[in-house]
Structures are given as C-alpha cells and as structure tokens.
C-alpha cells in the first residue's frame, strides 16, 4: 500500500486500485457485506490505515435474462479481443427501464458469443455508453482482459475523444476550452448541471467548424467523461445542441427541427488491448445531421 492510499475511504481506496470494478459498483458489494478488512465486513466511509487486510469478493456473474436480437449493427472495427459499433440515433445502449428490447447488447447478444461479463452480471463488455440520441462510436470488450485495459485507459483519460454537434446560436471564438466541474442537478436527479461545490472537474476543448446563420457546427474533444459532459457544457456556454430539450436546444418553428440532438461520436484513439497499438476509429457524420447541414445555407466560416 503506498502513502497516496492512506486514510482514503474504502470505496475510494478500492476503486482506484483497479479498474475493472467502478466505485459505485464497489459501494454495491460493500453494503452485500462482501468487503473485508481484517476479516470483518465494514462500512464505505472505513478509512485504510498501513497493515490493513483488504478482501474483495466478488460473486460469479449471473447470466443475463435476454434474448438475443437480430438487428443490423454498422461494424466499424472487429478482432479477438473488441469490437468497434457505429450505434445510429435512437438506440438505447443496455437494456433499462422503458428499454426492454432493441438494445445495443440485444443486437451485440446476437451477433457476439463470446463478450466479458463485467460488474456483476454477465453481459456484452460494454466499456462505455453513449446516450439514445447521440450517434456513433462505441467499443466494445470481447475479452475480460480487453475489458480490464480499455476500462482503465478511460478512467486514466488515455482515450482521446472527437465529437461533432450542431448548436444552437453563433460560437463567436474560433476555438476554446469549456472547464467547468459537474453534478448532478438539486432538483432534477437525471439531469447533471454545473456544480461548484461538490461538482466533479470536467473539461472540453472545442472548435468551431462552420457557422450558419442559426447554428454553429462543432468540433468537441472532452478531456473528461461525465454523463451529460458535453450538452451541459455547451448549453452552459449559451449554445445548446440542436434539438436537446432536455438542455434548453429547442429551436424556433420557423427552423427545420433535427430529429435528435444533434451530437455525434466522430472519432476514437485507442491503445489496443493486446498490441499496444495505437487505433484510431472514425464514424462518418450520420445521415440526419449531413442533411440538415446541406438544407441550409452556406455556412459563413469554415476551418
């Protein structure tokens, strides 16, 4: 144990040991009595101290009640250990309330045998999500070893992340970056905003690629990854994504309105599992968002 680790909380300790099992999920098995310093179960708040026996047991995965699903996937990449899936707008990633079938894992149960069971419960390796409306990359561990190694390149922030998004308004600067820590809202739990205290730091570089005279096309790169990063950011700036309601894009009637909010997972930079690697994937501009670009008129910069 080196002297970074102690006096940090349990949970706090155990998830940043490992990347393979996420701090929540870590507080999950705490309170199933499934962690152990010096033989007896404690609480999440126990600070480590120097000699401290620490076990962590972790139940076998239990199989997932899901049917398999044969619905097209865009392929974008595919070895032993991952695969690379171009999600189109409005599919739901894993299975949730409202969400029962039509899934991302759904499709992935079928096309995929042979995907890690992470967290519990045995399930395609999602390695990362990306909300119903947003379009593009997301990886996908076929392997737990996969799984374990691109986990912690996320929570080490090795991944490098290019969004692209339509918002709402004329981005006056070129290019800068939005640096502004989030939380989750006081009154709307599923929303996150903007948190000075008790807020998690969140960063995002971005650059303007064209504007229109309405809107202003974006090229984003979060240095973070918190749920809802980007649209909060941007919306906080004072130019929300297209048609994100929940962040305030909707636009006047007298605009063509996006099918969704307009954001895109355009690019991502990985070190492969295995080789070490350096992979970069690129999913196109989805077809929604290329239309609406061309429906208007020319755009007034371009970068």
Do not use: W
Not at 128 to 144: P, Y
Not at 163 to 184: H, S
């Amino acid at each position: 144990m080196d002297g970074a680790s102690l006096h940090k909380r349990l949970d706090l300790f155990l998830s940043n040991i490992q990347s393979e099992i996420s701090r929540s999920q870590v507080q999950r098995l705490i309170e199933q009595d499934r962690v152990f310093v010096n033989g007896e179960p404690v609480r999440a708040k126990y600070k480590v101290k120097v000699g401290d026996v620490v076990q962590l047991r972790v139940p076998k995965p239990i199989p997932l009640d899901l049917s398999a699903e044969p619905i097209p996937l865009n392929i974008v990449f595919e070895d032993e250990c991952m695969v690379v899936v171009d999600k189109p707008p409005g599919m739901v990633v894993h299975p949730a309330p409202g969400h029962s079938t039509g899934t991302l894992v759904h499709a992935l149960l079928h096309y995929c045998t042979d995907l890690s069971g992470i967290g519990g419960v045995e399930r395609p390796g999602i390695v990362h999500r990306l909300d119903k409306d947003t379009s593009g990359l997301v990886l996908v561990a076929k392997s737990e070893m996969a799984h374990r190694s691109l986990a912690r390149q996320f929570k080490e922030r090795e991944i490098k992340k290019v969004y692209l998004a339509l918002v709402r308004g004329n981005v006056l600067q070129d290019k800068g970056v939005i640096d502004m820590a989030l939380g989750r809202h006081k009154i709307h739990r599923k929303k996150m905003a903007v948190r000075q205290e008790g807020g998690r730091p969140a960063t995002t570089a971005f650059e303007v690629i064209a504007r229109y005279p309405h809107f202003s096309y974006l090229r984003l790169s979060p240095k973070t990854g918190r749920t809802h990063q980007i649209r909060v950011h941007v919306a906080e700036m004072g130019h929300p994504i297209l048609s994100d309601s929940t962040y305030g894009g909707k636009l006047d009637a007298k605009y063509m309105k996006m099918p969704r909010q307009a954001l895109h997972a355009h690019q991502l930079e990985i070190r492969h599992p295995v080789s070490g690697e350096t992979k970069i994937f690129v999913a196109p501009l989805p077809e929604d968002m290329d239309f609406y670009l061309k429906s208007h008129q020319s755009p007034g910069k371009t970068h």
